[in-house]
Structures are given as C-alpha cells and as structure tokens.
C-alpha cells in the first residue's frame, strides 16, 4: 500500500524534497560556509596604542576581518598558543605578575565554541625574564615556556580546567657563542616531538638545540639533556618538524640560515645533513635576522622570513633526501616580519610586519609553492604572533 501526501505517492514526494535540498546546497555554497567562523588572535608589543591580544573574524571570501575581542591583562602579550583540543588559549606576557616583578606571566584562557571570545581562567608567574615563545605538548598536559632574556625554560601543568599550574619545572642555561650578541643564554623556542616524549629547546645565545624528555602526568622535564650544536655564530631561533618525514629544520637568526637534521625515530636525536642560507643575494641590507619557519600544509614547501630585508623565502623540500631547494624571495608587503601562519586550508600565508603595524595576506601557488601579495592587510599595532581556529 502506498500513502499519498497531496496527491503524491510517499517515494515521489521523498525524491522531489530531495531534489530541492540539493538544488539548495549546490546553488547557495555560502550557505555551508556560514555553519564554520574563522578566527585569527594575534599577540602584540604592548606599543603603538595596542590593546594586547587581538581577536579577530575573519571573511575568507573578502580577505576581511573584524576585531571582535582585544584584551589586555598585561603588558606585551607576545606569543599564544592553542591547546590541541581548541579550547583553551594560552598567553606569554613580558610584563610580570606585578609591576616590580622581572619574570613575565603565563595567562590561560577558555575559548568560546560559538564566537571565539576568551576568557580568562588563571595566571601565573612565568619565573623567567622577557618569555618569549610559548608552546604546549600535543597531549594537551603541558605548557612549555623560553625567556630569552633570562636564557630560561619552565614548563607548567595543564589542570582539568584548562588553567595552569605553578611552575613545573624551571631550568637556567649558561655560556656564550661568538657572536657579539651571544655574551649570554638566550632560549627562544621550545618545540615537541609529534608524538610528545621529548621536547626541542632552541638557545640562540649558545648556538644549542637541547632536547628533554617530558614527563606529561606531571608537567615536567627532565633536567639532563641530550645537546646538539649549532654551527658557531648560527643562533638557533625556532624549530619545525617535517610532520610526514624524519627531518626537522632550523632556523638561525644571527647567520640568516637553515639548518636540516634528520631525526633517529628511535630516540630522537639529531643529526646534521645540510644548511642553506636565506637571504636574497641580490639584496643588501646592514641588518639581517631570520625570524619565522614554517610548512605549507601539504608540507612539500617550507617558508621562512627574513627581518632586514624584509622578505620570505620559499623553499622546495625534496620528499626523499629532506633537504631544501630555493625557490625564490617575496617582499613581506611591510616591515620586520616577525612572525608568519600558514592558512590551515592552504589558501594563504599571514605575515606579521611588527615594524609597520600590518599583517599581510599572501596567495599561495600549490604548485610551484609561491606566494603572491593579494593587496589585502589587516591593521594591529606591533603584531608579533598569529594563530587560526575554525569554528563549527
């Protein structure tokens, strides 16, 4: 027997509902786009009228955005970082617990699922001077914190609620390179293995990439490292891992180079295999300092950007050797770009000019690896770091 719904059998009113639902989907695809927001912070100098941490919707179509939330705890909050889950945000600030304080401060918040907002849940001292890179273990049980003044590392556990602890762990570096500006330990980055045993500690003042064990349950790391040395003089800034191969690449800031290792599966350790520089031969510039490294999103080309000449440059990544070849040098449509974020969509780069108040969106050629200026920039005083969250 058959039902009959304004003198329509059942199967024909089925299929002719169908028919529009598709015919819907298909003729109004900004109608899917709608059910995902796309949010952008951006960490700042506390300079410039900068109200802290930026955080914005951005319009994919339109290469737009719209401040929706700024937030400002402390002075200079530099570097963020999102904890795998997407709901939490952590925050480095270079101003400390008080005003008299030297350390800094690490400040977590929740993140709305519906609009992005945060809010803030804890603050802590971050024990070290001027923190400068912050991090967290891809099992969500751990911050990871660099101070480059103080030539520091701590580390933190990450509570239920997404806040943190007191300082975990707190380790000093000491000695020197041969760089006038290596009189000292100067820690930038603290970078986790992908499957989160160990951690990669770059020190730019004593050219070493010191790798720690870390122990998730109770947010620390083991105080007696494995140390691999950088070439003299290189100062090692931040650190990236190949995420399908067994390489990692660092970047130096003071000898304007990258540095490529393999990685021993077994234990983790480095070894050295190539270096290639970053700087546009046909470019002068007195000052040069690399500053940001980072893959495109199907990982065959590796991006990097370059203070003083004010560029980034575009490496191809041979998927058997690891090692990298030049493809080319594109002007950072602005000032010291210090900080840069591949689109998780592969779309497009971001690149933060702290030196002229702007980040720029570049296309980005999936073929050939290229970046392209699309004109489109968004205005933050002294931006230094961005990030990207999709919400459904």
């Known amino acids: 027997m058959k039902y009959k719904i304004k003198n329509l059998t059942f199967n024909q009113w089925v299929k ?22 796309e949010i952008i912070y951006v960490g700042t100098y506390s300079q410039n009228n900068s109200k802290g941490i930026y955080v914005l919707e951005f319009d994919r179509e339109n290469l737009t955005s719209q401040i929706i939330q700024t937030i400002h705890d402390k002075e200079s909050p530099t570097f963020l970082a999102l904890h795998p889950n997407k709901k939490f945000l952590y925050a480095a600030y270079r101003e400390g617990m008080s005003k008299q304080d030297e350390a800094g401060t690490v400040i977590a918040y929740s993140i709305n699922q519906e609009t992005g907002k945060l809010t803030k849940i804890n603050a802590v001292s971050s024990v070290g001077a001027s923190p400068c890179h912050i991090s967290v273990d891809p099992t969500g049980n751990v911050v990871f914190l660099s101070h480059y003044k103080g030539g520091n590392l701590s580390t933190f556990k990450i509570l239920d609620n997404g806040g943190i602890s007191e300082a975990a762990t ?64 290189a100062g090692p800034r931040h650190f990236v891992f190949h995420p399908n191969l067994s390489y990692a690449y660092s970047l130096e800031e003071l000898s304007n180079t990258v540095s490529i290792y393999s990685v021993d599966q077994t234990n983790g350790d480095l070894s050295p295999i190539g270096r290639i520089n970053m700087l546009n031969d046909k470019l002068h510039s007195d000052y040069n300092a690399g500053a940001d490294i980072h893959f495109s999103t199907d990982a065959k080309w590796l991006y990097a950007s370059n203070r003083g000449q004010d560029n980034l440059v575009v490496y191809k990544v041979d998927p058997t050797s690891g090692l990298l070849e030049l493809q080319g040098h594109v002007p950072s449509e602005g000032q010291h770009p210090r900080n840069l974020k591949v689109d998780q969509k592969g779309d497009f780069v971001f690149v933060a000019n702290m030196g002229t108040d702007n980040i720029a969106i570049f296309s980005m050629d999936k073929s050939t690896g290229m970046l392209k200026a699309t004109g489109k920039h968004i205005g933050i005083p002294r931006p230094v770091f961005i990030d990207q969250l999709f919400i459904k």
């Open 170 to 233: 707190f380790i000093q570096h000491t000695g020197k390179g041969v760089h006038p500006n290596q009189t000292t330990a100067h820690m930038h980055a603290m970078i986790p293995s992908a499957d989160g045993q160990w951690v990669y500690a770059s020190d730019l003042g004593i050219d070493q990439i010191l790798k720690y064990k870390v122990n998730p349950a109770n947010g620390t790391v083991a105080e007696n490292p494995v140390i691999f040395q950088a070439s003299p003089g």
């Open 16 to 37: 002719q509902v169908s028919f529009i639902v598709l015919f819907l989907l298909l003729s109004f695809p900004q109608f899917l786009m709608a059910q995902s927001k």
